[in-house]
């Protein structure tokens, strides 16, 4: 039931772009992405609650798509500080708890 | 404001010991979340508080495991007879409701050692 995270690990120089793979094999109704950096707490990026949905804060954005049950998250213009580990946390239907995949290790390098 | 707290922030404990470990969620946040996490691994569910209940205990991994929140706000997960195994960091996390439309604020964590 745990959600399927690609790629691992991602090695990037500033200014370029990456994407980062949420899959599921359950029917999902939200999914909700955070970064975590080396020794401190999830902090949360955005919720996706609706098929096709896609959203976006600063060059950060993501989007999900309900009926093959994948979530994408989109990182442009990489940035020092996008430096640390995502997770993606799944809510499938009918349950109000999460369930997060094993993360993707992001290294952004000047 | 003040985010969510977590106490200890690292707990050593020897095999079969008993521990306690408090979570401070956000002032009004009705949802309480707790998680375990090792090396190289996402957050793993525990269990879940709407208010005082516990609504959903499925990830308690045995009832060495038990965490009560008596008046809907602070909450203390127990962890009975310990295992090395049990080595972990523990995170708590808060939202202003449940499920979908509520981001999870987590606490800090607190790294529990069982030697």
């Known amino acids: 039931q745990q959600p399927v995270q690609s790629p691992q690990a991602v090695i990037l120089r500033e200014g370029e772009d990456a994407v980062i793979n949420c899959s599921s094999s359950?029917?999902?109704?939200?999914v909700h992405w955070y970064r975590q950096k080396h020794g401190e707490a999830p902090v949360f990026l955005m919720i996706l609650l609706k098929g096709g949905e896609q959203k976006g804060h600063d060059k950060i954005s993501a989007s999900f798509n309900e009926k093959k049950q994948q979530s994408s998250l989109y990182l442009t213009a990489s940035q020092l500080s996008y430096s640390g580990t995502y997770f993606c946390?799944?809510?499938?239907?009918?349950?109000?708890?999460?369930?997060f995949g094993k993360g993707t290790m992001l290294l952004v390098s000047p | 404001g003040a985010g969510v707290s977590q106490t200890p922030s690292n707990k050593v404990t020897e095999k079969g010991k008993y521990v306690e470990l408090r979570c401070d969620p956000i002032?009004?946040?009705?949802?309480l979340y707790w998680y375990r996490q090792s090396l190289g691994q996402g957050p793993e569910f525990l269990i879940y508080f709407q208010g005082t209940g516990a609504a959903d205990d499925s990830g308690l991994p045995n009832d060495r495991f038990f965490a009560v929140r008596p008046e809907g706000s602070v909450s203390t997960l127990k962890i009975q007879r310990t295992e090395r195994g049990d080595s972990a960091v523990y995170l708590c996390?808060?939202?202003?409701?449940?499920?979908?439309?509520?981001?999870?604020?987590f606490g800090p964590g607190t790294r529990l050692t069982v030697l």
């Open positions: 996390a808060s939202s202003a409701g449940q499920g979908s439309y509520n981001e999870q604020f």
């Open positions: 359950k029917a999902l109704y939200s």
């Open positions: 946390g799944t809510e499938r239907k009918g349950y109000s708890t999460l369930t």
């Open positions: 002032s009004g946040h009705t949802a």
